[in-house]
C-alpha cells in the first residue's frame, strides 16, 4: 500500500481483557515505530523496531505491553490486562533507518491510528 | 533532556490573518532534527518538514513558513493568509542525532482554529 496502515481502527474492550494492535509498514521501511497518544496531548514513544529487531523498548509503560515484529515487516502491539488508563490512540509510524543520507530518509510517517477504549 | 515545548495552547484566527505557531526545543545534541506535523479533525498525522541542525537556512512552501533560530532554540511556523482548511492541531517534534532510533519527541500541541 501507499502509506502505513493499521487495523483496528477502532477498539472497544473490557477492563481486563487482552488487545492486539496492528501495523503494516510502507514497503521498503525497516524502521516501524509505535507511540501513544493521550487526548489533547502528543505522541509519546512507546518502543522501536530495526528490521524485526526491538532496539529500543524504554517507552512502554510496564510488562503489560509488548511488541513483536517476527519478519521485519508488520508488527503487533499487545496490551495485557487492559486497564481503563490505557485508553489512548496508538499510532504506528515507519521510516528508512534513522541515520541514513538525504533529507527525507528517516522521516517517519504514520498510520491512522487506533483508536482504544477501555471500559 | 530533549524537551519541545509548544506555550500556545489554543489560537483562533479569522480567514485570511497570517498567524505563526511557537516551537521552543531543548537538547544538548549538536546534530538533532526538527519536525511539524499537522493532526486534522479527522485525526491522522501528517508529516510537514523535517530539517536538520546544520540548516537554518528558513523554508517556505506556499502559504507555508517555517523560520528556525538556533540562537533562542526556536522552530516557528508561520501560516500566511490562513484558511478554514488549516483548522487542525499542529505538533512540533525533535529527534536526535545521537540517537540509534530516531524516535521523536513531540510538543503538546497547538490547536489552531480558523474562523469563516
Known amino acids: 500500500g501507499a502509506g502505513v496502515s493499521q487495523s483496528p481502527r477502532y477498539k472497544v474492550t473490557k477492563r481486563g481483557q487482552d488487545v492486539a494492535l496492528r501495523c503494516d509498514p510502507i514497503s521498503g521501511h525497516v524502521s516501524l515505530y509505535w507511540y501513544r497518544q493521550a487526548l489533547g496531548q502528543g505522541p509519546e514513544f512507546l518502543t522501536y523496531?530495526?528490521?524485526?529487531?526491538?532496539?529500543?523498548k524504554s517507552g512502554l509503560p510496564n510488562d503489560r505491553f509488548s511488541a513483536e515484529r517476527p519478519e521485519g515487516s508488520i508488527s503487533t502491539l499487545t496490551i495485557q490486562r487492559t486497564e481503563q488508563r490505557d485508553s489512548a490512540m496508538y499510532r504506528c509510524?515507519?521510516?528508512?533507518?534513522?541515520?541514513?543520507?538525504?533529507?527525507?530518509?528517516?522521516?517517519?510517517?504514520f498510520g491512522p491510528g487506533t483508536r482504544l477504549t477501555v471500559l | 533532556a530533549q524537551k519541545v515545548t509548544q506555550a500556545q495552547t489554543e489560537i483562533s484566527v479569522v480567514e485570511k490573518e497570517d498567524v505563526t505557531l511557537d516551537c521552543v526545543y531543548e537538547?544538548?545534541?549538536?546534530?538533532?532534527?526538527l519536525f511539524w506535523y499537522k493532526q486534522p479533525p479527522s485525526g491522522e498525522l501528517v508529516f510537514l518538514i523535517r530539517?536538520?541542525?546544520?540548516?537554518?537556512q528558513n523554508e517556505i512552501s506556499g502559504r507555508y513558513s517555517w523560520n528556525f533560530q538556533k540562537s533562542t532554540s526556536s522552530f516557528n511556523f508561520t501560516i500566511t493568509a490562513s484558511q478554514v482548511v488549516d483548522s487542525a492541531v499542529y505538533f512540533c517534534a525533535l529527534s536526535s542525532g545521537s540517537s540509534n532510533t530516531g524516535k521523536l519527541i513531540f510538543g503538546q500541541g497547538t490547536t489552531l482554529q480558523v474562523k469563516p
Open positions: 530539517r536538520n541542525s546544520f540548516d537554518e
Open positions: 509510524a515507519s521510516s528508512f533507518p534513522p541515520g541514513l543520507a538525504g533529507a527525507l530518509q528517516d522521516t517517519q510517517y
Open positions: 523496531f530495526n528490521y524485526e529487531a526491538q532496539q529500543d
Open positions: 537538547t544538548r545534541d549538536t546534530t538533532y532534527y
